[in-house]
C-alpha cells in the first residue's frame, strides 16, 4: 500500500528522469540540426558525453552541462565555461 512518502519519491524519481530525457532529447536535436542523423547522432552524443574538458580555473575535469550549446561545468569549483566546439573534425 502506498503513502504519502513513497508517492512522493516515486513523484521525485519520475522528475528526474523526465529532466534527464529531456536534456538528452534538446542535444539529440541540436545535433540532428547539425545535418548528422541517427546512428551517427548516437556515437557523437556518446563522444561528447565522454569527452574530458578541464576546468580553465582548477585544471580538474570538467562536465558538458546537456541542453546548453557548450557549456562545461567543473566538478569541484562549479566554475561554468563555454567549452571546445561540440563538433570535433573528423
Ligand atoms: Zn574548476
Redesign the pocket.
Known amino acids: 500500500m502506498l503513502d504519502w512518502f513513497n508517492i512522493a519519491l516515486i513523484a521525485l524519481i519520475v522528475g528526474i528522469v523526465v529532466a534527464i530525457v529531456y536534456s538528452l532529447r534538446k542535444t539529440m536535436a541540436q545535433i540532428k540540426a547539425s545535418g548528422v542523423s541517427g546512428e551517427d547522432a548516437r556515437q557523437l552524443a556518446k563522444r561528447i558525453r565522454e569527452r574530458q574538458v578541464k576546468?580553465?580555473?582548477?585544471?580538474?575535469i570538467?562536465y558538458a552541462l546537456l541542453g546548453t550549446g557548450n557549456q562545461w561545468k567543473?566538478?569541484?569549483?562549479?566554475?561554468e565555461f563555454e567549452g571546445p566546439d561540440h563538433l570535433p573534425p573528423s
Open positions: 576546468c580553465p580555473r582548477c585544471e580538474r570538467s567543473c566538478k569541484v569549483c562549479n566554475q
